[in-house]
């Protein structure tokens, strides 16, 4: 019996002493046999990629004593071949892979050539419950484990005392709701969001201390700034208008550099 690419589950049901290896590298583009087989050396050298494999026979390895694309028992009872590029007709006119494909196929005068689907499952198979899925130990530590979940939430769980009434309305400091704000901007990793709260702070201030009321346009109050410390305006313009920190660092280091930049513009 020939088997071509199969899947472990596949590997594992054949009950063969054949284990996945890996697969051809890219930089491979020709596998020699490098074995006994007289399938293999009859055919020569052969063109595919797939996966390799390991066992008692292996042929077309990827390296010295190592996995092959081509893997058998003893006797030839089992084959297995990593690719169905020696099969298929694109590449079967590639080095010897018509000659392994005719060798290792074409040992008796039948062939059935089976390729599994849906249909092949029996309709009446129902689905396995969760205690088969299940693996056997559970049964046994699974209620010490809830017994001892509980015991945890018994413990560490949170004891509420009573009910405190406090007067309404409540009144909160400015800094601590300006922290609060802070901290949910931190936890949600809101940068820009945070740098246009900033950004609209200091252009209020900047506003309010030049006089240039509450309708004044970010660029007025750019090129007021710009005029008052004697910089140029597109300076002014990168800091205040045009930066948009990514990451925590550059909005601290950013954040800083507005702060003495206003407090430079306030002190004049």
Not at 29 to 58: I, W
Not at 94 to 119: C, F, H, M
């Amino acid at each position: 019996m020939t088997v071509v690419s199969p899947r472990l589950t596949v590997l594992r049901a054949l009950d063969a002493d054949i284990r996945p290896g890996g697969v051809v590298p890219e930089d491979i583009t020709t596998l020699n046999p490098a074995c006994g087989v007289e399938d293999a050396q009859a055919a020569g050298p052969v063109a595919a990629r797939g996966a390799v494999y390991s066992g008692p026979a292996v042929c077309y390895p990827i390296r010295d004593g190592g996995p092959g694309l081509y893997a058998a028992v003893e006797g030839g009872r089992l084959v297995v071949l990593g690719s169905t590029d020696l099969l298929d007709n694109q590449h079967l006119a590639d080095q010897g892979n018509a000659a392994l494909a005719i060798r290792t196929l074409g040992t008796t005068e039948k062939l059935v050539w089976y390729l599994p689907s849906v249909a092949d499952i029996q309709a009446d198979r129902s689905a396995p419950t969760l205690s088969e899925l299940a693996p056997p130990w559970v049964a046994v530590a699974g209620p010490w484990l809830g017994f001892v979940a509980l015991l945890a939430i018994a413990w560490r769980a949170r004891r509420l005392g009573p009910l405190v009434f406090e007067p309404l309305p409540v009144v909160v400091k400015a800094a601590e709701t300006a922290e609060g704000r802070a901290r949910l901007y931190q936890d949600s990793r809101a940068l820009r969001l945070a740098a246009d709260t900033l950004r609209a702070g200091t252009l209020t201030r900047l506003a309010r201390h030049f006089k240039l009321g509450a309708d004044a346009t970010p660029d007025a109050v750019v090129d007021a700034l710009a005029y008052r410390l004697g910089r140029p305006v597109p300076e002014m313009q990168a800091l205040l208008l045009s930066t948009h920190p990514e990451t925590e660092g550059h909005l601290v280091q950013w954040a800083q550099r507005m702060e003495q930049i206003e407090q430079e513009a306030m002190g004049r």
